[in-house]
C-alpha cells in the first residue's frame, strides 16, 4: 500500500533562516506531487505542484521553492525565511496515469512551521 | 477555471441530528468533486467522491453527499451527527484543465456537534 511521509512535523525557526521540508511517498511510482500551505487553520493554498523530476510549477508568488531531486521525495525550501512564512504546510501526492486521474488525492501529516 | 466555495464558516449541530455542510461549484467540463475531514494538527483525510453516476455517493464515517448538476452543488451530509465528527472540512474540485490533476479547495467548513 501507499504512504507519504512528511517530516519535521514541528518547526520554529528565526526570521532569515533558511528552510528544508522533505515529503516522500512509498508504493507507488511517477506520482503527481503537491505542496500545500494552510494559514489560520483555514483554507488551503497550492504552492508548488509537480508531474515528474525536476519539473516544478509554482501557483503562487513567494519566497519559497521547489525541487523533486528524485521520482517520489518533494522537497520545500527557503533561503531566508520571512515571518509571514509561519503555517502549516501539507504535502499530497496523487496517481498520474490517465486511467487514473480520478483518483483522490492523499496527505501528509503536516509541518507546523513557525517562524520567530 | 475550476472554483469551490463553501459559503458557511461553520456549523452548529446537535449530536443525534442530521447535518449538512455546504459546498458549491464552478468548472468547465464534468465535475470531480471531493470532501475531505482534517483534524487539529493533521493532514487531510479522504471522505468521498463524485466522479460520474449516482448522485447520492456514500464515504467513509457515515457520511454522503448529493451531486446537484443543475444548483452545481455537492453538499455533504450525515443522518445522525456525533461529537466527534467535529472537525474542519472541505470540498475540493479537481483541475481538469492539464496533467497536474491538482485539487482547487474551497475555504473550509467548521463543524461543531455539541453533546
Known amino acids: 500500500s501507499q504512504t507519504i511521509h512528511q517530516w519535521p512535523a514541528t518547526l520554529v525557526q528565526p526570521v532569515g533562516s533558511p528552510l528544508s521540508l522533505e515529503c516522500t511517498v512509498e508504493g507507488t511510482s511517477n506520482p503527481n506531487l503537491y505542496w500545500y500551505r494552510q494559514a489560520a487553520g483555514r483554507g488551503l493554498q497550492l504552492l508548488f505542484y509537480s508531474v515528474g523530476i525536476g519539473q516544478i510549477s509554482s501557483e503562487v508568488p513567494q519566497n519559497l521553492s521547489a525541487s523533486r531531486p528524485q521520482d517520489r521525495q518533494f522537497i520545500l525550501s527557503s533561503k531566508k525565511l520571512l515571518l509571514s512564512d509561519s503555517g502549516f504546510y501539507l504535502c499530497a501526492w496523487s496517481p498520474r496515469q490517465p486511467v487514473l486521474k480520478f483518483a483522490e488525492a492523499f496527505f501528509g501529516q503536516g509541518t507546523r512551521l513557525t517562524v520567530v | 477555471a475550476q472554483s469551490v466555495a463553501q459559503p458557511e464558516d461553520q456549523v452548529n449541530v446537535a449530536e443525534g441530528n442530521p447535518l449538512t455542510v455546504k459546498c458549491t461549484y464552478s468548472?468547465?467540463?464534468?465535475?470531480?468533486l471531493f470532501w475531505y475531514v482534517q483534524y487539529p494538527n493533521r493532514g487531510l483525510q479522504f471522505l468521498l467522491k463524485?466522479?460520474?453516476?449516482?448522485?447520492l455517493v456514500k464515504g467513509s464515517y457515515g457520511f454522503e453527499a448529493e451531486f446537484n448538476k443543475s444548483q452545481t452543488s455537492f453538499h455533504l451530509k450525515k443522518p445522525s451527527a456525533l461529537v466527534s465528527d467535529s472537525a474542519l472540512y472541505f470540498c475540493a474540485v479537481r483541475d481538469n484543465g492539464d496533467s497536474s490533476y491538482k485539487l482547487i479547495f474551497g475555504s473550509g467548513t467548521r463543524l461543531l456537534v455539541r453533546p
Open positions: 468548472v468547465s467540463g464534468n465535475p470531480y
Open positions: 463524485y466522479i460520474t453516476g449516482d448522485n
